[in-house]
């Protein structure tokens, strides 16, 4: 499941069903995309996609669990192959969510994005993709907060490729938003009108604290939470009832007055 939680007290009526306008256009420029990205990379050397995508398991085997620690994303080839494995399907998955956002708030743009947990800058390609499909507005200013600094040759590279700026931060969502790791978003913060979640709850816990706070120095911004660990969907077709850290991220914005949506994938996911 895809989330987005919004300010108000309207509950969702619908749980899914859009999308469709953004996912032919990703699907159309993703193969050329990827081609380019992997370009001139480790991948292009003999039996460089096989030692990425082993360097990648055994790093994505300590995320899973919570117990990774910043130099396991210091080797390049681990973090190409998490661009193989990963970045493609998340692409899709944050056109998804940002369609349905799209529309369920009736808004032409956003602004100022920022992807937590962005690394491989997949959901803020998405964005720039469904930005330049609307043509709402300006284009939003982009950025990656991650917790380390490896990511940023990927993020520059997938930035120029696409031909907008993406900014990088580092920062830490396990500690309080004004903890001196998050200095950066803290003074970023009241430009913010969208933050995007990205696979960062279920790897370094859902800090409800880091989140209220940043979701009121934002003014209520649209958060967008896209995350795994949910069980597979019912034999009948009906999604089963969220768990993990999605499920903590609905009990902690209900409380709030904030407006939920679940959006499924085709899958019931």
Same mark, same amino acid.
């Given at each position: 499941?895809?989330? #987005?939680?919004?300010? !108000?007290? &309207?509950?969702?009526?619908?749980c899914a069903g859009l999308g469709h306008a953004v996912q032919p256009s990703l699907e159309v420029v993703l193969p050329r995309f990827l081609q380019? $990205?992997?370009?001139?990379?480790? =991948? *292009? &050397?003999?039996?460089?996609?096989? +030692?990425?995508? &082993?360097?990648?398991?055994?790093?994505?085997?300590?995320?899973?669990? @919570?117990?990774?620690?910043?130099?396991? #994303?210091?080797?390049?080839?681990?973090?190409? !192959?998490?661009?193989?494995?990963?970045?493609?399907?998340?692409?899709?998955?944050? /056109?998804?969510?940002? &369609?349905?956002?799209?529309?369920?708030?009736?808004?032409?743009?956003f602004h100022c994005a920022v992807a937590l947990g962005g690394g491989p800058a997949a959901e803020l390609f998405a964005m720039a993709v469904l930005s330049? =499909? +609307?043509?709402? @507005?300006p284009p939003p200013r982009l950025v990656v907060g991650e917790w380390v600094d490896s990511w940023r040759g990927i993020v520059d590279r997938v930035a120029q490729l696409q031909g907008s700026p993406i900014e990088y931060l580092q920062c830490d969502v396990t500690q309080e938003l004004g903890a001196e790791a998050n200095a950066g978003? $803290?003074?970023l913060a009241p430009e913010i009108d969208l933050v995007v979640l990205s696979f960062v709850l279920l790897e370094s816990g859902c800090n409800c604290k880091f989140l209220r706070a940043l979701?009121?120095?934002? /003014?209520?911004?649209?958060?967008?939470a896209l995350d795994a660990g949910q069980p597979?969907?019912?034999? *009948? !077709?009906?999604?089963?009832?969220?768990? !993990?850290?999605? +499920?903590? =991220? #609905?009990?902690?914005?209900?409380?709030?007055?904030?407006?939920?949506?679940?959006?499924d994938d085709a899958k019931g996911r």
């Open positions: 499941p895809k989330w #987005f939680l919004l300010p !108000g007290s &309207e509950r969702c009526r619908c380019r $990205l992997y370009a001139g990379t480790c =991948l *292009d &050397e003999v039996g460089g996609r096989k +030692r990425a995508a &082993e360097k990648c398991a055994a790093m994505q085997a300590r995320m899973r669990k @919570g117990t990774q620690v910043p130099n396991d #994303f210091f080797d390049e080839e681990a973090l190409w !192959g998490y661009v193989v494995a990963k970045w493609s399907n998340r692409a899709r998955l944050a /056109g998804l969510a940002l &369609e349905v956002a799209f529309a369920r708030i009736h808004r032409p743009c330049n =499909l +609307r043509a709402a @507005g978003l $803290l003074d979701w009121e120095v934002t /003014g209520h911004a649209v958060f967008v597979k969907v019912h034999a *009948d !077709g009906q999604p089963r009832p969220l768990a !993990g850290s999605l +499920r903590t =991220l #609905f009990d902690f914005a209900v409380p709030l007055g904030a407006t939920v949506h679940r959006v």
